[in-house]
């Protein structure tokens, strides 16, 4: 990247429960990032309950350019992740996971995409090394359902390792596990996106966190980025639309009890006949669904109108990121 001697480029690392992982993969950042990048690391412990604070802490006090950030208790990666978003300072920033399966020697090549002018470009685990049954298939599932619904088709979402410009996740809010929809959500404000082959390795050490579950977690998370994106700002069509065809069903069968009543040769009676009834919980359900849409419009305008509030509780913050004699 030509403007990679003034570029500060922030890596940013979530780590839960990682301690025998942490030293190997310090070291292969900066021996990739070394010498060719100005760059500041920092790890988001998340409430990690076995040694990886303390190995943490120790890589900060050796490494005036590492941040550890400490959750007091695990509030998940999308947390971890967001808060290392918040507190980097460079204009490149770097995710990649704390178990080893990212190359860090990959880095460099992402960041010289950005270069080619896009804003965002995704890491694809395309010989990924995992579980097939239990991470790769559902994973491909995952990736091709969101790539319908977003219209941003990518291979691989889930993979951590990719580059953004800093300005590209300036105006995202993570919750649950979306930061997988990070370049959907930024494509629909505009950015550019690409994605490139990564190298991923199997895991050497320590234990993994997924399991099909987080499959599940991902699907209900995809219907609320789909609302958001579609009726964030008019939910009233949709509690409104849903209230329409209730009406209509209540039309419906009232025109069926009216048939029955006076046509039909059965002639049964308003007691006898079921539709009736039916007409007048969908009659009842229609006029709850547009008073739903309404109380959301009101949050809606709330919500957008409120405060930002993280959706993580800092502990601490070990080590400092001085400026370097190339940024002064």
Request: charged share 20%; proline share 5%; glycine share 8%.
């Amino acid at each position: 990247m030509a403007e990679s001697g003034k570029t500060l480029i922030s890596i940013v690392i979530p780590v839960f429960n990682e301690a025998d992982n942490i030293q190997p993969l310090h070291s292969e950042i900066t021996q990739a990032l070394e010498g060719r990048f100005i760059y500041e690391i920092i790890y988001v412990d998340d409430g990690s309950s076995d040694n990886s604070l303390s190995g943490l802490i120790d890589i900060a006090q050796n490494d005036p350019y590492t941040r550890v950030i400490h959750f007091r208790r695990n509030f998940g990666q999308t947390a971890a992740l967001s808060a290392g978003f918040k507190y980097a300072r460079g204009n490149i920033v770097v995710p990649l996971d704390g178990d080893g399966q990212n190359d860090p020697a990959d880095i460099p090549a992402l960041v010289g995409k950005l270069a080619e002018g896009y804003d965002i470009v995704s890491g694809w685990r395309k010989d990924r090394q995992d579980n097939p049954m239990t991470r790769t298939l559902p994973s491909r599932i995952a990736n091709c359902l969101i790539g319908k619904i977003t219209g941003v088709k990518l291979h691989d979402y889930g993979c951590t390792l990719k580059a953004y410009r800093a300005e590209s996740l300036a105006p995202i809010r993570l919750y649950g596990e979306m930061h997988r929809f990070i370049p959907a959500l930024a494509s629909w404000g505009g950015e550019k996106v690409t994605e490139m082959p990564v190298n991923h390795r199997p895991r050497t050490r320590g234990k993994t966190k997924y399991g099909l579950n987080r499959t599940f977690k991902v699907i209900l998370d995809l219907i609320t980025i789909k609302f958001l994106s579609s009726f964030s700002t008019k939910p009233i069509y949709v509690f409104g639309g849903l209230g329409g065809l209730s009406f209509l069903g209540s039309l419906l069968g009232f025109f069926g009890v009216l048939y029955y009543k006076f046509i039909s040769p059965e002639h049964l009676s308003m007691n006898r006949n079921p539709l009736l009834i039916v007409s007048l919980i969908l009659m009842t359900t229609a006029i709850q669904f547009v008073l739903m849409g309404l109380l959301a419009e009101i949050l809606v305008r709330t919500y957008h109108e409120s405060q930002d509030r993280p959706t993580y509780i800092i502990d601490k913050i070990y080590g400092s990121t001085p400026q370097r004699e190339e940024e002064i």
